[in-house]
C-alpha cells in the first residue's frame, strides 16, 4: 500500500512538472528551459520508481 502511495505521489509531481515545462514552452516560448524541466521530471520519477522497486522486497 504504500508503495503505491508513493508511485501516485511521484506521478503527481512528474505531471505537475511536465506541465510547468509545457506552459514555458508554449507562453513564455522558452523552449531551452522547457526541455530542461521536462528532462528533470521525467528523470526524477524513472530514478525514484527504480529505486522504489529495486530496493523493496
Excluded: H, Q
Excluded at 500500500?1 to 505531471?15: E, G, P, Q, S, V
Excluded at 510547468?20 to 526541455?35: C, F, Q
Aim: glycine share 6%; hydrophobic share 60%.
Amino acid at each position: 500500500m504504500l508503495k503505491i502511495t508513493a508511485f501516485i505521489f511521484i506521478l503527481a509531481a512528474t505531471y505537475y512538472t511536465f506541465t510547468y515545462g509545457k506552459s514555458l514552452w508554449v507562453e513564455d516560448k522558452n523552449k531551452l528551459t522547457a526541455i530542461g524541466a521536462m528532462f528533470v521530471a521525467v528523470a526524477g520519477a524513472i530514478a525514484s520508481i527504480t529505486l522504489i522497486l529495486l530496493r523493496s522486497p
